[in-house]
Every structure is written in C-alpha cells, then in structure tokens.
T-cell receptor, first 112, second 113 residues
Framework: KQEVTQIPAALSVPEGENLVLNCSFTDSAIYNLQWFRQDPGKGLTSLLLIQSSQREQTSGRLNASLDKSSGRSTLYIAASQPGDSATYLCALQGGIAGKSTFGDGTTLTVKP | KAGVTQTPRYLIKTRGQQVTLSCSPISGHRSVSWYQQTPGQGLQFLFEYFSETQRNKGNFPGRFSGRQFSNSRSEMNVSTLELGDSALYLC????????????FGPGTRLLVL
C-alpha cells in the first residue's frame, strides 16, 4: 500500500527566499508524481507532473525532482512571493488506474 | 478549453438525507475520479469511472456510489448522510486515467447538519 509523507507540515519564510518542499513515498512502482497547489477552500491546481521515467520538471520558478530509488521528490520554489502562500500537495499514481495517493501537504506562508 | 466543472459548489443537508453531486470533465477526457477531502483524513480516493464503467473503488461504505454517462459526465451519490460526510468532494478528469495528468475541479463543499 502506497504511503506518502510530506515534511514539514507547515513552513513560513520571508519573501524572496528559495525553499524546498519534500515528499517521500514507500512504493516506487509509480506511473507518475504530481505536485499540486491548493488555496484555502479551493480545488487543486496542477503545478508539475513528473513521469516515472523522468527525473525532473521545471515551470517558471518551480522545479520538481523525482528519485524513485530513494522514494523521494522535492519541489523547489525560487524567489518566493506572498502569492505562493498555499498548501502544496504531492500525489502519486501507480498500480490502480485513476487513483492518486496524496500526502497531507505542506502549508507555506511567505511573509512580505 | 474549459476545465473540470462541478455542481453545485455548496450544499447543506441534514442527517439521513441523500445528495447527488455532478462533475463534467474536460472535453475528450474519459476518466473521472472522485475524492473526499477532510481536515482529519486528507484527500481520499472514492472511485474512478472510465467509459461508463467503475474501474476502481476506495475504502468507503456502500452509501457512496457513482455513475458515468456516455458523454463522460459523472455523478456521485451519498445516501443516508452522516455528520462525518461533511467534506470537500473533488473530481478529477484525465484522458485515460492510467498515468496522465489529473485535472481537478473546484469541488463541492458539503455540510451535513
């Protein structure tokens, strides 16, 4: 059974700082790993998707990496802004079609 | 291209009632998955439909059911509502459901009194 852990649960940083969010998982037999952003009371916005055969993906100030051998993924946010404040969730698809297993998320606060 | 839409956005029901939620996937997507999000349990998989067939189901009681229509729109039904069913219900669509990007709707927030 896939288990996904995100550490830390909450993170507060000053504006402009670079930061890393962590996601670890127990089963490396995955199709892909996806990072999402969720604003309070809202749905999920897909940020990056890394296929099983890939090691990283980049979009603007975001960079996500995947290391299946160690069961880890990181989301790097460069030059953080107050608008980046949200909960960030990682999710893995694997084995069961249409099912993503989610971590509990990291709530990020970027202070002006 | 229009995103995933869910209706209604908010619902208030009382214990014992039933409720039906609707999800319209992105055009061309045939897989629709449903999730329940609560503060205590996080995001949990309910079930997934592909081409009108339920392919996978999570660990939820039989009170939770769903269906998918020929146009890929999906509905989820919860019967005999309990207080613990209060949650944000999210649906996600993808082309095939087996490894592609999942796109989520805004969710339906259900409050059971």
């Amino acid at each position: 059974k896939q288990e996904v852990t995100q550490i830390p649960a909450a993170l507060s940083v000053p504006e402009g700082e670079n930061l890393v969010l962590n996601c670890s998982f127990t089963d490396s037999a995955i199709y892909n790993l996806q990072w999402f952003r969720q604003d309070p009371g809202k749905g999920l916005t897909s940020l990056l998707l890394i296929q099983s055969s890939q090691r990283e993906q980049t979009s603007g100030r975001l960079n996500a990496s995947l290391d299946k051998s160690s069961g880890r993924s990181t989301l790097y946010i460069a030059a953080s802004q107050p608008g980046d404040s949200a909960t960030y969730l990682c999710a893995l698809q694997g084995g069961i079609a249409g099912k993503s297993t989610f971590g509990d998320g990291t709530t990020l606060t970027v202070k002006p | 291209k229009a995103g995933v839409t869910q209706t209604p956005r908010y619902l208030i029901k009382t214990r014992g009632q039933q409720v039906t939620l609707s999800c319209s996937p992105i055009s061309g997507h045939r897989s629709v998955s449903w999730y329940q999000q609560t503060p205590g349990q996080g995001l949990q998989f309910l079930f997934e439909y592909f081409s009108e067939t339920q392919r996978n189901k999570g660990n939820f009681p039989g009170r939770f059911s769903g269906r998918q229509f020929s146009n890929s729109r999906s509905e989820m039904n919860v019967s005999t509502l309990e207080l613990g069913d209060s949650a944000l219900y999210l649906c996600a669509s993808s082309r095939q459901g087996d490894g592609g990007t999942q796109y989520f709707g805004p969710g339906t927030r259900l409050l059971v009194l």
